[in-house]
């Protein structure tokens, strides 16, 4: 079984800043992509940024600029900094990693920007 958790997530001011983590755990033997999507109230899943196992990373044009995603592959573990963060980047931000040739998702952290 396998397992996402993520953390970091909170209120912050218009401007501000946030490090999202997401570890992955459990029978795992390779871990190949992983990345970060977020969904706001009334809206679809949006795929933030992903990042493979070797480093390349996308980004959706929202955030690029602002947010970063890396991975440290010892931990199992996926980042995503959020600078500049915006109103409108308010949402519920999943994580996943394709693991054993399966994805996986975790149950979400909320980030809150006001204004």
């Known amino acids: 079984q396998v397992q996402l958790v993520e953390s970091g997530g909170g209120l912050v001011q218009l401007g501000g800043s946030l490090r999202l983590s997401c570890v992955a755990s459990?029978?795992?033997?390779?871990?190949?992509?992983m990345g970060w999507s977020r969904q706001a109230p009334g809206k679809e899943r949006e795929l933030v940024a992903t990042i493979n196992r070797d480093g390349p990373t996308n980004y959706a044009d929202s955030v690029k600029g602002r947010f970063t995603i890396s991975r440290d592959n010892a931990k199992n573990t996926v980042y995503l900094q959020m600078n500049s963060l915006k109103p409108e980047d308010t949402a519920v931000y999943f994580c996943?990693?394709?693991?054993?040739?399966?994805?996986?998702w975790g149950q979400g952290t909320q980030v809150t920007v006001s204004s």
């Open positions: 459990g029978s795992i033997f390779r871990v190949n992509d």
């Open positions: 996943y990693a394709n693991i054993n040739t399966y994805v996986y």
